[in-house]
């Protein structure tokens, strides 16, 4: 089994241009953790995504990685972080992204194994799936922790039902009564 046998291919993609605001609205309405960001020829820039979102929630002091361990001593509010959300929500998400020098990566024929050792490596819960193209990056899929789950489950089922055939045993979600009429 390889990255290309349980990559999503039917993306959500944002361009660099796209409104930090714009973003969030589609993460909401599609419940997606992280959404690819590529250029007109379809290569691969970034990730914008919940990891990225919470920074931009954190009050700047804690932006600055100066290696804060409490941060209990900075009150504050929700309107402060709606402050801070709408400082930024103009701004393009190229502003705000994951970039590819600290994102992990795959490619279609990446096996199952090392798909797993990323995903658990990965500081996302996914993975873009990329072809080389020269020095371009063509984003062809996605590979999620949900993906993986998923695809886990099928098998889990596809050998239960396989183990199954022939069994008397009621059918899920069905009754001993509704099996004898």
Request: aromatic share 4%.
């Amino acid at each position: 089994m390889t990255a290309e046998s349980i990559m999503s291919f039917r993306l959500v993609k944002l361009k660099p241009t796209d409104k930090v605001c714009d973003a969030l609205r589609v993460m909401h309405a599609k419940q997606i953790r992280n959404l690819p960001v590529v250029d007109e020829n379809d290569c691969f820039v970034g990730l914008f995504g919940i990891r990225r979102l919470t920074r931009l929630l954190l009050p700047k002091a804690a932006q600055m990685n100066l290696g804060l361990q409490d941060l209990s001593f900075m009150p504050d509010e929700m309107g402060e972080m709606s402050e801070r959300i709408k400082e930024v929500s103009q701004r393009p998400v190229s502003d705000f992204l994951e970039k590819k020098k600290r994102l992990m990566f795959c490619k279609p024929s990446t096996g199952f194994p090392e798909v797993l050792e990323l995903l658990d490596q990965s500081l996302d819960t996914s993975l873009p799936v990329i072809v080389l193209k020269g020095k371009h990056k063509k984003l062809v899929g996605m590979v999620s922790a949900w993906d993986v789950v998923e695809k886990m489950l099928v098998n889990m089922c596809d050998m239960e039902t396989a183990s199954a055939v022939g069994a008397d045993e009621p059918e899920l979600g069905e009754s001993e009564e509704e099996k004898a009429s």
